[in-house]
């Protein structure tokens, strides 16, 4: 009898893996057409459209702080034709304000697409030419440095103020509504230190208007192989990239969620795919469905910790 259950559901699994997919995929990103996210999702989905056999349609479902998409997500049927394109935010967005749905419960994760670095950089008038020296600096001037994020409970912010506590530098948050208005300020010297992208602020590092000091992720960038990591300078378990990844409504059959897996993953091996990354300041990473999981759960305890300890609060 339990061979029999065993051997039926396993026909079950297989024959849904075949079916699918059934009809166009709608692939969720819970931002404008344009951003980052929307042009990797978009440089994803037209090759896995060709490796499913179905269009893949990418529907842009912005506001609510990502809320909006995430949640059109989790209603959807749970049978893989309804896809994710999350970020950061999406963890800790339910952290900072009221939302319908929890990362780590409603949603299956299927795999992280990439991850793009900080680098932690200050303004040339900062007489530090490495991280201890800021460290120092702020501490020798205490309410005179100000730091720019991107908006109060962003990864920029909460990243920073991890930097803050786990250096003891003394640094005011100055929010803006993006990193665009945040650079004026910062190349005139108004703002003097910042969190932001490598892509983004590159321009403006190889020209010399800001000086780079570390970046935040365990490893060296390749778009900076010269400048060292935070945990090269000292400060232990420092680990911060901004992510982009792929997930379902939880309940999505595990065949479907496998597939979807594995040409996400071979997509992402592609030199053409990985010389793209490589121009956005990101790597692609294809870890698999467990360990994608694991991340989330691990980046929504560490930043809730963080908002705690640093008494955030939404704007």
Known sequence: MTRLLTSALCAMALSAQAAYPEKPVRLIVPLSAGGGMDTVTRAVASPLAEKLGQT???DNRAGGGGAIGAELTKE???DGHTLLMASATFVIHPLLYPARYVPT???TAITQVTRQPYVLMVHPGI????????VAYTKANPNKINYASSGQGSLI?????LFKARTGADMNHIPYKGMGGAY???LSGRIQAAFPSIISVLPHLKTGKLRALAV????RSSSLPDIPSLQETGIRDFDVSQWYGLFAPAGTPRPVIDRIHREVVDILKTSEMQKRMAGDGADGV???PEQFAAYVKAESVRWAEVIRKSNIKAD
């Open 56 to 58: 893949v349609v990418v």
């Open 76 to 78: 959807a049927p749970k």
């Open 105 to 107: 419960r409603d949603y």
């Open 127 to 134: 007489p530090a030419k490495n991280v201890r020296e800021l």
């Open 157 to 161: 912010h909460l990243s920073t103020e």
């Open 184 to 186: 004026v300020d910062m």
């Open 216 to 219: 935040s992720s365990a490893q």
């Open 286 to 288: 294809g870890n698999t």
